[in-house]
């Protein structure tokens, strides 16, 4: 059973990384998945080292209203919105069960407008694995309910 679970996981993983690749537009992207494939085990380290580069963004989508989205483009991108970005009062986004981007809102009023939210709904279906999907459950609370146990994959969380 333990070793079924640990399968799980795995898949899970690899099909977010899978997600990620889909979504890569830069070579530094690509860097960056691929350096997380290495750190996580699934990949030997290349005999040659590269340059230290620049990390990649995450995406910055301004709202209307004034709100700011940010949106993950990886799992490392997904950790640093979350984490290092995000503020405790701002909304977390992810698609419910389903590979895909962290998207956090940061409004511009207090609450959060619903038009904002709604949009942050759809930016998160939009960058998940059920893109193509008619209807794409979306969970969101906000960041200060959302936590990383210790030892989880990149981009894992729970809330």
């Given at each position: 059973q333990k070793?079924?679970?640990?399968?799980r996981e795995d898949?899970?993983?690899?099909?977010?990384v899978?997600?990620s690749?889909?979504?890569?537009v830069?070579?530094?992207?690509?860097?960056?998945?691929?350096q997380?494939?290495?750190?996580?085990?699934?990949m030997q380290?290349a005999?040659?080292?590269?340059?230290?580069?620049?990390?990649?963004e995450?995406?910055k989508?301004?709202?209307p209203s004034?709100?700011?989205?940010?949106?993950?483009r990886?799992?490392?991108?997904?950790?640093?919105?979350?984490?290092?970005?995000?503020?405790?009062?701002?909304?977390?986004?992810?698609?419910?069960?389903?590979?895909g981007?962290?998207?956090?809102?940061?409004?511009?009023?207090?609450?959060?407008?619903?038009?904002?939210i709604?949009m942050?709904?759809?930016?998160a279906?939009?960058f998940?694995?059920?893109?193509?999907?008619?209807?794409?459950?979306?969970?969101?609370?906000e960041?200060?309910?959302?936590?990383?146990?210790?030892g989880?994959?990149?981009?894992?969380?729970?809330?």
């Amino acid at each position: 059973q333990k070793q079924i679970n640990q399968c799980r996981e795995d898949s899970l993983y690899l099909e977010s990384v899978a997600l990620s690749l889909s979504e890569t537009v830069t070579r530094q992207e690509l860097l960056e998945i691929i350096q997380e494939l290495v750190e996580a085990g699934y990949m030997q380290k290349a005999g040659r080292s590269r340059p230290a580069a620049k990390p990649s963004e995450p995406r910055k989508i301004l709202l209307p209203s004034g709100s700011v989205l940010f949106v993950g483009r990886n799992n490392r991108q997904n950790d640093l919105v979350t984490f290092k970005t995000a503020q405790p009062r701002d909304l977390w986004f992810h698609t419910k069960d389903i590979p895909g981007s962290h998207v956090i809102l940061r409004s511009a009023s207090s609450p959060a407008l619903n038009d904002d939210i709604e949009m942050a709904a759809h930016i998160a279906a939009w960058f998940s694995k059920a893109r193509e999907s008619a209807n794409v459950p979306v969970d969101y609370t906000e960041l200060r309910y959302v936590k990383k146990h210790s030892g989880a994959k990149p981009g894992y969380v729970i809330f």
